[in-house]
């Protein structure tokens, strides 16, 4: 997975190029980082209570959100955990789920460093 590029900007600036303003964007890495953390208690919960069926929905409205940002490693974990849930295999999870906090602060960095507050 470390082959993947943190952040594919090319989402945002599109945004941007369609007229949206840069508040909007900075809106948007706000919203990333105040939502996202709740996300990812709700994933660790559905994970550690062993509940595929919510893991599976956790991971997959994750993967949606963060594909949306252009988080391409980040939201290539998030897929990996859908998948495995919708497998049924949840004993390969807990190694993924350990990857999370860093793919989270990973992928703030990146949003910051590329769409700075101007």
Known sequence: ????PVLDPQPLRDL????A???L???LVTLFQDDVPARLTLLQRALCAQDAQQTMMEAHQLKGALSNLGLVRF???ASRIEAQARQGH???LPVL???LPG???EALTALRSTFPEG
């Open 75 to 77: 939201a290539e974990l």
């Open 16 to 19: 941007l190029d369609l007229g």
């Open 25 to 27: 964007v900075q809106e």
């Open 90 to 92: 949840l004993e390969h």
């Open 97 to 99: 789920a350990d990857a």
């Open 103 to 105: 793919a989270y602060g």
């Open 1 to 4: 997975m470390n082959d993947l």
């Open 21 to 23: 303003s840069p508040a």
